[in-house]
């Protein structure tokens, strides 16, 4: 185990392991890594969208004022899509561009471009679309989508139902328990990546060529297949240098490369760049899904959980997109890493006329895990046991079952990792001193909190099966090996994890190893980049590429049983002398005995996961119902750690993006659906100023189905953070706050309520 | 309307007429080339355009380029090719995604060349109109950290 202390106060308290160089690193501190807004062709135009401006409706008309030079202008509508007027995900119930009937605001209408990017604001005022709404007012929120009389959006306003069951809740039921219930809420959050979305298309030698800020170079390549109608030779999609992403860029690409296909294929293939304003894409992109859920805990008075019983609802927002499968996850971790023989999980993605709410770093889990760790700390007061205690007699340990059906493999040890939480910030010293505090009733109450949880890695279920995806390595003459793969590096390190894989794979230095831009022409189809999966699956089937890239150098060029990096090399050369193939494509395997009943939402959903104990200390200000977070300690089992200073950098930065979830990012929507405080002036993530000394300690008991044992942990540190903090806030108040963000205002509410 | 401008970026001169509103963020990346300096809001927030405006630190999508006028601009092409700072950030994980570094690294230069070894709370004041949303800014210390010699 070793810790990572960068933002302790304690200076020179950071024994990292010795890291190579992040891959990426250079060109980054540089400036010279190229964004999409970085690009510049001759001759290029720019391009802007109009949208809808009522939350759902259809269109009459659009008229182009008078006034405008529009012969200047390349100008594009629904009638101009040569496919499918479809955006290609899990479903194609969302449009390309509207044509009649909509949703909801802000889907886009009409694409006008010009050389001159200054040109475009005046003729975007005059483009007028006419718009009906619907005879039955809109629908925004969860239980007013559910109601049978309001509006429809989809079916029933229900994009799935979900139910995960393991015993019987009803039996455990007429048990003599204790049982707690409440109901909790989580805002929707965006992803704020730093980097608006953006996309440049061009056509090159009759290709569709799109280049841009994105997370799943395919997702993106099949959206434009199918809306444009051009066959798959003749799409090509590659990734610029992407500032952020987060689950931000997994779906809305596909949007905004298809408006900018559209666009050049009506110019004649001269290059388009469709780059949005901060403004544009904080209103229209995807953000996390508001959800609600309803948590019934049974226990026996000795905090032994008899039954878990959820009904966990999700906004969906207007159209399907990922909704579905950030259910899934959301159901699979709403029940905890806890040992439970009656669960009962209920779930739907509800259809409402917000823009669709999409991916998210967490996909789900967030949301049902704050609900469910915010619960059992309410139900620990109840019992009267410490909330450390009542997670420590319940949760899983090899040889159990967890809520899903999965038996938990050995030889990771959850209690080891609550143990080492607890002891690095001394917790048991903390609550004591606390509560001795507190009972003097000054301004500033004091509070420490905790959560322990687990997040799975890899696509939900059988989805791994499905991608059956591919990555490979090429060599070349001068011993240079090249990882080619659809997998995508957005920070998160992603080329600098998977070189060192393969360096130690291949038994040659990392140096030795580079990473192929992400082309579609290039790389093969390695899944999207998502779900904590590249770590994990694509660094395991880059393994096994190395494998069988020795033994053909083996094989086909005398690589000696034994070798340095010197007769490697030399092997390479012969290869290439040779004429032999000097690329390997190995394909995904799933792990034996991992089987998936997606009806019954039992088996293994994941194969590996990371185990976590989340521990917050807190400042509350009584007076202005203020919060500071003076400490915070994230002890992660993440079977192994690739690369030290990457895997510190994913926890510290998603446990400050958690931070912000549970107390600062509050998306407001305004009246048409829209987020209106679509700005970071009024949207408040967490800056240098705001966040506490951050201690991140790893245990690596090799338990994942990775390379050496890793599991994936990109995700992983969204998933604390939020219960964490708000059981601190209402251990230092007393208080019942149950949802996030919890603002000032709220907690001055919940004090009042307590006070009642 | 247009207005004369004649200006330094780092260490070059440069003269043109412009419209006076015109963001010097759009001169730099557009007429200058230098695109190392980054949009992430255009209002002022977020600290990706940030560049040092004789000496001071300041947001270049908030400075009309009327203001340049007889001043000298430095982006991050202009600083040192050995300022520590390039080492430190690629080396501690103060960089991630890269899109807010450049205005990071300039804000950290900033931060030094007012005062050689910052304490904790000096670097998060210096460094709080700069958002990151990758790495919860423990990286970024740890190079400021390096970077002045104090170890990481």
Request: aromatic fraction near 6%; charge should be negative; proline fraction near 6%.
């Amino acid at each position: 185990m070793y810790t990572s202390m960068h933002n302790d106060s304690r200076f020179g308290t950071t024994p990292l392991k010795d890291a190579p160089l992040r891959k990426d690193g250079m060109e980054k501190v540089r400036g010279t890594a190229r964004y999409v807004a970085d690009i510049t062709y001759p001759g290029m135009l720019h391009a802007v969208t109009a949208r809808t401006r009522l939350p759902g409706g259809t269109i009459a008309s659009i008229t182009f004022d008078d006034h405008v030079p529009w012969s200047e202008y390349v100008v594009v509508t629904a009638r101009d899509i040569p496919g499918i007027n479809a955006v290609k995900m899990i479903e194609t119930d969302q449009p390309v561009l509207v044509e009649t009937h909509y949703r909801h605001a802000g889907e886009p209408v009409v694409l006008i471009a010009h050389p001159d990017p200054q040109a475009l604001a005046d003729a975007l005022a005059a483009v007028h679309i006419d718009e009906r709404p619907y005879a039955k007012p809109p629908v925004f929120a969860i239980e007013e989508a559910l109601r049978a009389d309001t509006r429809r959006i989809a079916a029933d306003n229900v994009y799935r139902d979900y139910l995960m069951e393991k015993g019987s809740v009803m039996d455990a039921e007429k048990e003599s328990c204790q049982v707690f219930e409440a109901e909790y809420h989580t805002g929707a959050q965006e992803h704020l990546y730093i980097e608006p979305q953006g996309m440049m298309a061009r056509m090159e030698g009759g290709i569709l060529t799109v280049e841009g800020s994105l997370q799943c170079p395919y997702y993106v390549h099949a959206a434009l297949m199918y809306a444009t109608g051009l066959p798959e030779e003749r799409v090509r999609v590659l990734q610029c240098a992407t500032g952020g992403a987060f689950g931000g860029k997994e779906e809305y690409p596909s949007h905004i490369a298809c408006h900018a296909a559209l666009v050049t294929m009506k110019a004649g293939g001269r290059p388009v760049a469709l780059i949005y304003g901060r403004g544009e894409d904080m209103a229209v992109t995807p953000k996390r899904h508001p959800s609600r859920s309803r948590v019934r805990l049974g226990a026996s008075r000795d905090g032994r959980l008899r039954f878990i019983d959820i009904d966990f609802v999700i906004d969906g927002g207007a159209y399907l997109t990922l909704s579905p499968v950030v259910l899934s996850r959301g159901v699979i971790h709403a029940a905890g890493p806890y040992r439970c023989d009656n669960v009962r999980v209920r779930a739907r993605a509800v259809a409402t006329n917000h823009p669709p709410f999409g991916a998210f770093r967490g996909f789900g889990a967030p949301q049902s895990i704050f609900a469910l760790e915010a619960a059992l700390d309410e139900l620990a007061r109840m019992l009267e046991m410490e909330p450390d205690v009542l997670r420590r007699r319940n949760v899983l340990a090899p040889g159990d079952i967890s809520p899903a059906g999965q038996r938990i493999e050995g030889p990771l040890d959850m209690q080891r990792v609550i143990g080492q939480a607890l002891e690095a910030c001394d917790y048991h010293a903390k609550v004591e001193a606390y509560r001795q505090w507190n009972a003097q009733k000054g301004a500033i109450r004091k509070g420490i909190g905790l959560a322990t949880f687990y997040h799975g890695a890899g696509f939900t279920g059988n989805g791994e099966l499905a991608l059956r995806s591919r990555a490979g390595l090429r060599v070349g003459a001068d011993g240079l090996v090249e990882i080619l793969t659809s997998t995508t590096e957005m920070g998160q390190g992603m080329q600098t994890t998977l070189s060192g894989i393969v360096a130690e794979a291949l038994r040659i230095p990392y140096e030795g190893v580079a990473v192929a831009r992400p082309d579609t022409r290039d790389v093969p189809n390695s899944g999207p980049t998502v779900a904590s999966r590249t770590c994990m699956v694509v660094g395991a089937i880059l393994a096994r590429a190395a494998d069988d890239l020795i033994a053909r150098l083996r094989a086909d060029a005398a690589l000696p049983s034994v070798y340095g990096y010197g007769e490697f090399r030399d092997a390479c050369a012969r290869l290439h002398a040779a004429g032999g193939v000097t690329t390997i494509i190995a394909d995904y395997r799933h792990p034996a005995g991992n089987e998936w009943d997606e009806s019954v939402f039992q088996g293994s959903p994941y194969a590996s996961f990371a185990w976590a104990c989340y521990v917050a200390e807190v400042e509350v200000d009584a007076v202005t119902g203020e919060t500071r977070i003076v400490d915070f300690t994230a002890v992660q089992e993440v079977g192994r750690v690739v690369h030290a200073t990457v895997a510190a950098g994913q926890i510290e930065g998603g446990v400050v993006q958690g931070i912000g979830y549970a107390l600062f990012e509050d998306v407001r929507f305004g009246a048409d659906g829209q987020m209106a405080n679509n700005r970071i002036t009024n949207y408040i993530i967490p800056t240098s100023a705001d966040i506490p000394p951050i201690r991140v300690l790893f245990l690596e008991s090799r338990h994942g189905a990775g390379p050496g044992g890793a599991a994936g942990i990109g995700e992983l540190p969204m998933d604390g953070p939020a219960p964490a903090i708000i059981n601190a806030i209402n251990a230092a108040l007393g208080t019942e706050i149950r949802h996030v963000p919890a603002m000032p205002e709220h907690i001055l509410a919940a004090m009042d309520r307590r006070s009642a | 309307m247009t207005i004369p401008c004649r200006f330094i970026v780092n260490g070059s001169a440069v003269s043109g007429s412009f419209p006076p509103m015109r963001r010097l963020l759009d001169v730099l990346r557009g007429e200058c080339g230098l695109t190392a300096t980054k949009e992430g809001c255009g209002e002022g927030e977020c600290g990706s355009c940030a560049v040092l405006l004789d000496d001071t630190l300041v947001n270049s999508c908030l400075v009309p380029i009327a203001d340049v006028n007889g001043r000298e601009v430095t982006t991050l092409e202009g600083l040192p090719k050995d300022d520590p700072l390039f080492a430190a950030f690629a080396a501690t994980g103060g960089t991630q995604c890269g899109i807010c570094t450049p205005g990071m690294i300039m804000a950290a230069r900033a931060l030094l060349n007012d005062c050689l070894r910052p304490d904790l709370s000096q670097t998060r004041e210096a460094l709080s109109g700069n958002l990151c949303r990758c790495t919860g800014y423990g990286g970024i210390y740890a190079a400021i950290r390096t970077a002045s010699g104090q170890g990481e």
